[in-house]
């Protein structure tokens, strides 16, 4: 059989996902914000280049020029204050062109260009270096969308600044910043454009990405180191010492170990809350089982000391289960009440409730196939691995899919169980339950009535290993009551042969649906002894009511 995985690497398995995740976010938002930044600080200083150069055309009446496709005299001097313009700016390209067509997107001609001391001192001619008012642009030199905006730009006679990104086969990337150019007449003859190469921008960002993702990953190491060791200490080592002695018992158990062979190891746990709960509660559940199977040992010679030792059998199972009403009388959020009535000495019917933490509170109902001592038995390290599992912060379907597996491991006797578990959030009201094959329950929302909630089943537990469970919430209002019960409260069965069924069941929880938990289950169990009369309990009887009243207000 496949080895399954165990806690400790399950727990860093999710550790280091979710702190890569974490890493990954601070590297995608770091990214997206200074990229953001950077490319706005870049379309600023475009505009305050582009003022400069527009301010100069206005200077020489550069639209005229445009508009009559002349270089007069002042054409150099423009060009000439547009060169020092460019010559003091960080940019690549400073130029202005116009469309010798307008209804033509490629009809685009320079105007004039500017060019830097560098650029100048390369030695070309200058009819190499310059572009002349009606030189046509190059081909393939601007995208067609660009030309489009360029187009309408001019067409619409835009006011004020204009940027876009653009991409051309000659140039690259660039960042284009333009403004409409007009003559005297004030009609929009050209543009004036100052580009920026966008690979500028990306080395920056790319920079500090890298920067951001090696400090995010030194940190998340630090801290998944950190959270480990802590883990580790204070956690998945108790666990994994109370799974092993459990298991070591369950071992001896299902090898029919002698009764004095039947000793629990005990695990010291060092700090105080749930594990040490869990600790102890394991630890007297299998106390419990070794007792009862010394006693049942020693009861074997006589029929008066099996019932001796049957009894006490049962006063251990009654033990095992809470008994102690009002259950969590500091609790205000919630009121629960349950009972169990085995059809014999023993029964394979259990309910449990736990708090996981101060706002979990776990819920549990079950029926073991079978009757007597064997089904009794089966309860007992059935409701001991269901809170095992549940003690470890699995959600309810994990629960019965990590019991199911103990279960079947080592189920020669091909026994299997019913479960219905949930988990009720004090503070929100939610239940997040999953069913393995067990009665469907009944929902009395506020003010209202109950109904049977059928919800989705899963296979038993015990009959077959991996099998997957779902889990599904209900959210319960404050006054809203949840009613769990096992089979023998349908199947009840009068004289006649006749079974009790659910309907009977619903109207005796709707005789009085506000009343307290405990009333609502002596209402069910009043109607169940009125049908059967005098027949004969034929199965165990088990029920369970909790309702919800609110959160707690006065906490925190």
């Not at 001609?109 to 030695?123: F, M, Q, T, W």
């Amino acid at each position: 059989m496949k080895k399954a995985m165990g806690i400790k690497t399950k727990a860093a398995i999710t550790a280091i996902f979710f702190m890569g995740i974490l890493t990954a976010a601070i590297g995608v938002i770091g990214y997206k914000l200074y990229h953001d930044s950077v490319t706005e600080s870049y379309v600023t200083y475009a505009d305050t280049v582009l003022e400069y150069a527009y301010r100069a055309t206005l200077k020489y009446s550069f639209g005229d020029m445009i508009a009559g496709r002349d270089m007069p005299a002042g054409y150099e001097e423009l060009r000439e204050e547009l060169n020092a313009i460019k010559d003091s700016s960080d940019i690549e390209y400073l130029y202005a062109v116009y469309f010798d067509d307008l209804e033509d997107i490629h009809s685009l001609h320079y105007a004039i260009n500017a060019k830097s001391r560098a650029e100048l001192s390369a030695g070309a001619p200058l009819s190499e270096i310059y572009s002349y008012m009606g030189k046509p642009c190059e081909e393939g030199g601007f995208e067609d969308d660009t030309l489009l905006i360029l187009q309408q730009a001019v067409k619409s006679a835009k006011r004020g600044n204009g940027t876009l990104e653009g991409y051309s086969d000659a140039y690259g990337h660039m960042l284009n910043g333009y403004r409409v150019i007009y003559d005297s007449a004030d009609h929009a003859v050209g543009l004036i454009c100052v580009e920026i190469d966008i690979n500028r921008i990306n080395v920056g960002v790319h920079r500090y990405v890298r920067t951001v993702i090696v400090i995010g990953a030194v940190f998340t190491a630090f801290v998944l180191v950190i959270y480990m060791l802590n883990t580790q200490q204070y956690l998945i080592d108790p666990l994994v010492r109370i799974a092993e002695s459990s298991d070591a018992f369950v071992k001896k158990m299902q090898r029919h170990a002698d009764p004095e062979e039947l000793v629990y190891e005990d695990v010291p746990i060092r700090t105080e809350g749930e594990l040490r709960l869990l600790a102890g509660n394991v630890k007297s559940m299998a106390d419990g089982v070794a007792s009862y199977m010394t006693n049942l040992k020693a009861a074997t010679s006589e029929r008066e000391r099996i019932g001796t030792e049957l009894s006490l059998a049962a006063r251990i199972q009654e033990n095992m289960l809470p008994n102690v009403f009002p259950a969590f009388p500091e609790r205000p959020e919630f009121d629960i009440y349950a009972v169990m009535d085995p059809a014999k000495e023993v029964g394979g019917d259990f309910y449990d409730f736990f708090l996981i933490d101060e706002s979990h509170l776990a819920l549990a109902i079950a029926d073991v196939s079978g009757k007597g001592v064997p089904a009794a038995l089966f309860m007992m390290i059935s409701k001991i691995l269901v809170q095992n599992a549940a003690m470890a912060a699995l959600s309810p379907a994990e629960v019965l899919r990590a019991v199911n597996n103990q279960i079947c491991a080592n189920n020669r006797e091909e026994m299997f169980i019913t479960v219905w578990f949930g988990i009720l959030d004090t503070a929100t009201g939610k239940i997040t339950a999953a069913n393995a094959g067990h009665e469907y329950p009944a929902l009395m929302t506020s003010g209202g009535a109950f109904e049977l909630l059928k919800d989705r089943h899963g296979f038993v537990i015990g009959g077959m290993e991996d099998i997957r469970y779902r889990d599904y919430e209900l959210s319960l209002t404050p006054g809203s009551k949840l009613f769990l019960y096992t089979d023998g409260v349908p199947e009840a069965t009068n004289a006649e042969n006749e079974l009790f069924g659910t309907d009977r069941m619903l109207r005796a929880l709707n005789e009085q649906p506000s009343a307290p938990p405990e009333k609502i289950l002596k209402n069910v169990r009043s109607a169940v002894d009125g049908f059967v009369k005098d027949a004969e309990q034929f199965d165990d009887l088990t029920m369970l009511c909790v309702e919800y009243k609110g959160p707690d207000l006065s906490a925190g």
